[in-house]
């Protein structure tokens, strides 16, 4: 995680690092001998359980990010510089309450005998890309009061180790036409993830939206009075009907690797190498039979036979 934030009082610029987890493998353990790759394909399959109170990624332009990457080293002898690969990847909570999303949320208030209000949206749980329909029912008290305009803000609050506390304006509307107190008003939430975050809340930060209205009331001899009026609402990163499996199913899924889904498992890799062969042949030759009897075997360029002639197409 780095943060970075300017101090108002001082004019002083503050950042932090701070490491969230680290775990390291070592698939080939560090020896006297340097292990001889001979020119093939190696595969070494890992895991790691994430802990449940892991926090979630997040990138903001002005303060910082929390990201997490796999990096993956071949260190090499001599002058031969090391091989390095990075992989960035994303941690998004998902929402467990199902039912948030489905039960309308309203608020209704009267200020100082001068206007009724009613807003409501659909529910208070929003995906990226997703539309937000609002409902107004806005009635002065008195004949003679008129609402001159009505503007809806959909902000954006990050709070970031208690130490920075920003706000942005996301997506906003103003309507100036009323001629009739009922009003229907839909605004978009953005689809990209640097446009808007998910609501996050964890101990490095703190991500909120709220839905901000402020409504103008003009009396009969003209003087305006702005009344204004907050309803938060969730944002979240994922499709309807695209839940995640739980970790005890997702563990017992085929591996991603088209190695592991056309092989049985004794025919699986090892992961290290064992000290008890005998065979007297190098561990990084052999290779196990990870293809079914039914499966035809393409030739490769040492082992095909030239004056046999080449494969047939159906081969």
């Not at 108002?8 to 340097?34: A, D, M, S, T, Y």
């Not at 990624?57 to 910082?64: A, D, W």
């Not at 991603?256 to 004794?266: D, F, N, V």
Request: with cysteine; glycine share 2%; net charge negative.
């Amino acid at each position: 995680m780095k943060i970075h934030w300017n101090e108002r009082n001082h004019c002083r610029h503050q950042q932090r690092k701070q490491v969230i987890i680290h775990h390291e493998w070592k698939f080939l353990e560090p020896q006297k001998k340097l292990h001889h790759l001979l020119p093939t394909t190696y595969l070494y399959p890992f895991e790691l359980a994430l802990p449940g109170d892991l926090a979630e990624s997040f990138e903001s332009y002005s303060f910082g990010s929390l990201s997490y990457k796999l990096k993956a080293t071949v260190e090499r002898p001599a002058f031969l510089p090391n091989l390095i690969s990075r992989k960035q990847f994303w941690i998004i909570r998902q929402p467990s309450d199902a039912l948030v999303g489905t039960i309308p949320v309203q608020i209704s208030n009267e200020w100082a005998d001068h206007l009724h209000y009613t807003i409501t949206i659909p529910s208070k749980r929003y995906n990226r890309g997703q539309d937000i329909t609002i409902d107004f029912a806005l009635m002065p008290a008195h004949p003679g009061f008129s609402v001159r305009y009505l503007s809806c803000f959909l902000k954006e609050y990050i709070s970031c180790c208690d130490t920075h506390t920003e706000s942005r304006i996301i997506r906003f509307f103003r309507d100036d036409q009323f001629p009739s107190p009922f009003k229907t008003e839909t605004i978009t939430v953005p689809s990209s993830p640097i446009a808007i975050q998910t609501d996050s809340d964890n101990a490095y930060v703190r991500i909120q939206h709220k839905l901000n209205f402020t409504m103008s009331i003009a009396d009969e001899q003209g003087e305006l009075t702005e009344f204004r009026a907050s309803m938060p609402i969730e944002i979240v990163d994922r499709e309807d009907g695209n839940e995640l499996p739980s970790y005890e199913n997702a563990s017992q899924s085929t591996h991603y690797s088209p190695l592991y889904l056309s092989s049985s498992p004794e025919d699986s890799y090892p992961i290290t190498p064992s000290s008890s062969s005998s065979t007297g042949q190098d561990y990084f030759t052999l290779q196990p039979n990870i293809y079914h009897n039914e499966c035809s075997r393409v030739p490769s360029y040492h082992t095909i036979n030239l004056e046999e002639g080449l494969p047939a197409y159906e081969l």
